[in-house]
């Protein structure tokens, strides 16, 4: 179907940080087939009359953990070690294939109404995840977060249950729904595993053509211990072994270095800032102007909705801009453009999709209207100041995936919410937590 956006304030996120206004923007199937001040010729399946809203590419949600939906508050006022351990651990032991798609269709939904159209989630029962994805309309790069706790001379690939689960992922979803599913390898930290496993990942995604997601010097402890372990910082250890040498992503980086930087900005790896986790755990604040300054490029994540408690990428945004200028004392430490660089076209960049992340001819048509017309984003004096420091989800009118108007004004086009809600509330969440 085609589909004409007219008389659209546009930012196009193509680096000019300019806004269009007034402008015509043309869907032809999947893709973006015009940007500009004229309307272009032709006939169009539907017109959308955009005055008083603004065009932007979807949000990339660039890390985060689905299923985790269901524990949403859950063990809340606890540091990231305790919170996992005596909360998030015994009742993940509990989950199955049903329940996890349940909880992803639940995250799904929420991140769907916020102004999300691509994720890169890393989680178990993996396939369940991408068949919701896939139904949901959405993009996603999925891993599984490899760990391993066994003795290192132990280690096997045909006995380590997530070098086994990566290959079957990897055959059966990496490519599907026309490149919607992209597979990345993953180690779910320095911190749980150890060396075989990654060498394995590392060499699997180079076989493969994959890329690689970690949590990474997430915590103080973590990284100090990393330092004690192998007298190198977790980013550097795991470079000892080829981690990164594929297009990869680093989720956190709270305590990563200069000579952690410099590496990261040599080999392509990028940073997944989660300031809202982050904070929620005491785990700290990424240093995001220094990385910047060194060349990392830098993407944005909610984390799970267990520790961040919602998909609000739009509140992410806002710690993103504000909290470097608060730590530093300095109020042009980051601005609101470089917190909608981070949502959209490094996000699109971290995880190895370049058409998309902008509002450009030829790029893929994922595309959110934001509604000006509500009192909280008026007046405005600056479209970029209001999307970061005013906007909220509920003023996301419309989200389009590829061409397809999967949410508009409140509805929800491809997923059946009660069904969803009857599913978490009937099954999911006595099947985790006993009867509710």
């Given at each position: 179907?085609?589909?004409?956006?007219?008389?659209?304030?546009?930012?196009?996120?193509?680096?000019?940080?300019?806004?269009?206004?007034?402008?015509?923007?043309?869907?032809?199937?999947?893709?973006?087939?015009?940007?500009?001040?004229?309307?272009?010729?032709?006939?169009?399946?539907?017109?959308?009359?955009?005055?008083?809203?603004?065009?932007?590419?979807?949000?990339?949600?660039?890390?985060?953990?689905?299923?985790?939906?269901?524990m949403?508050?859950?063990?809340g006022?606890?540091?990231?070690q305790?919170?996992?351990?005596?909360?998030?651990?015994?009742?993940?032991?509990?989950?199955?294939?049903?329940?996890?798609?349940?909880?992803?269709?639940?995250?799904?939904?929420?991140?769907?109404?916020?102004?999300?159209?691509?994720?890169?989630?890393?989680?178990?029962?993996?396939?369940?995840?991408?068949?919701?994805?896939?139904?949901?309309?959405l993009?996603?790069n999925?891993?599984?977060?490899g760990?391993?706790?066994?003795?290192?001379?132990?280690?096997?690939?045909?006995?380590?249950?997530?070098?086994?689960?990566q290959?079957?992922?990897?055959?059966?979803w990496?490519?599907?729904?026309?490149?919607?599913?992209?597979?990345?390898?993953?180690?779910?930290?320095?911190?749980?595993?150890?060396?075989?496993l990654?060498?394995w990942?590392?060499?699997?995604?180079?076989?493969?053509?994959?890329?690689?997601?970690?949590?990474?010097?997430?915590?103080?402890?973590?990284?100090?211990?990393?330092?004690?372990?192998?007298?190198?910082?977790?980013?550097?250890?795991?470079?000892?072994?080829?981690?990164?040498?594929?297009?990869?992503?680093?989720?956190?980086?709270?305590?990563?270095?200069?000579?952690?930087?410099a590496?990261?900005?040599?080999?392509?790896?990028?940073?997944?800032?989660n300031?809202?986790?982050?904070?929620?755990?005491?785990?700290?604040?990424?240093?995001?102007?220094a990385?910047?300054?060194?060349?990392?490029?830098?993407?944005?994540?909610?984390?799970?909705?267990?520790?961040?408690?919602c998909?609000?990428?739009?509140?992410?945004?806002?710690?993103?801009?504000?909290?470097?200028?608060?730590?530093?004392?300095?109020?042009?430490?980051?601005?609101?453009?470089?917190?909608?660089?981070?949502?959209?076209?490094?996000?699109?960049?971290?995880?190895?999709?370049?058409?998309?992340?902008?509002v450009?001819?030829?790029?893929?048509?994922?595309?959110?209207?934001?509604?000006?017309?509500?009192?909280?984003?008026?007046?405005?004096h600056?479209?970029?100041?209001?999307?970061?420091?005013?906007?909220?989800?509920s003023d996301?009118?419309?989200?389009?995936?590829?061409?397809?108007?999967?949410?508009?004004?409140?509805?929800?086009?491809?997923?059946?919410?009660?069904?969803?809600?009857?599913?978490?509330?009937?099954?999911?969440?006595?099947?985790?937590?006993?009867?509710?």
């Amino acid at each position: 179907m085609s589909i004409l956006f007219e008389h659209a304030a546009v930012l196009p996120m193509d680096g000019s940080r300019a806004v269009l206004k007034d402008a015509f923007v043309a869907v032809e199937g999947e893709r973006i087939s015009y940007v500009g001040p004229e309307r272009p010729a032709g006939d169009f399946g539907r017109v959308i009359d955009c005055a008083g809203r603004v065009l932007l590419p979807g949000f990339v949600n660039a890390h985060t953990h689905l299923p985790m939906t269901l524990m949403r508050g859950y063990g809340g006022g606890h540091d990231l070690q305790s919170w996992l351990h005596d909360y998030i651990f015994p009742a993940e032991a509990k989950l199955d294939e049903r329940a996890v798609a349940a909880g992803t269709a639940l995250g799904l939904a929420e991140m769907i109404a916020t102004g999300v159209t691509c994720v890169a989630d890393m989680y178990m029962h993996t396939g369940a995840i991408a068949e919701q994805v896939l139904s949901a309309g959405l993009s996603a790069n999925l891993s599984l977060g490899g760990v391993y706790f066994g003795a290192p001379e132990d280690f096997s690939p045909d006995k380590c249950g997530d070098c086994v689960d990566q290959r079957a992922l990897t055959e059966q979803w990496h490519g599907a729904g026309d490149g919607r599913i992209l597979v990345d390898a993953s180690i779910h930290g320095e911190y749980t595993s150890c060396a075989p496993l990654w060498q394995w990942m590392a060499d699997y995604a180079q076989a493969h053509g994959l890329g690689m997601h970690v949590h990474l010097s997430e915590t103080v402890s973590e990284h100090q211990a990393s330092l004690e372990r192998h007298g190198l910082t977790p980013l550097q250890t795991l470079d000892q072994y080829g981690v990164w040498d594929v297009r990869a992503i680093a989720a956190h980086c709270v305590y990563t270095t200069p000579e952690d930087w410099a590496l990261m900005s040599g080999k392509g790896v990028s940073c997944v800032h989660n300031p809202w986790s982050n904070l929620k755990l005491g785990s700290g604040v990424a240093p995001t102007p220094a990385m910047k300054a060194a060349g990392v490029n830098i993407a944005l994540g909610s984390d799970g909705m267990s520790s961040h408690n919602c998909a609000d990428l739009f509140s992410d945004m806002k710690l993103a801009a504000c909290l470097p200028c608060g730590v530093g004392r300095d109020a042009t430490a980051m601005g609101a453009w470089d917190a909608l660089e981070m949502a959209t076209v490094n996000g699109a960049r971290a995880l190895g999709r370049p058409d998309t992340g902008r509002v450009e001819a030829g790029c893929l048509a994922d595309l959110i209207l934001v509604d000006f017309s509500h009192p909280n984003l008026t007046p405005c004096h600056d479209i970029a100041e209001n999307l970061v420091f005013s906007a909220r989800p509920s003023d996301v009118s419309m989200n389009m995936a590829r061409g397809r108007v999967i949410y508009e004004n409140g509805n929800f086009l491809t997923l059946d919410l009660e069904r969803v809600r009857a599913e978490v509330e009937k099954y999911a969440l006595p099947l985790l937590f006993g009867t509710r």
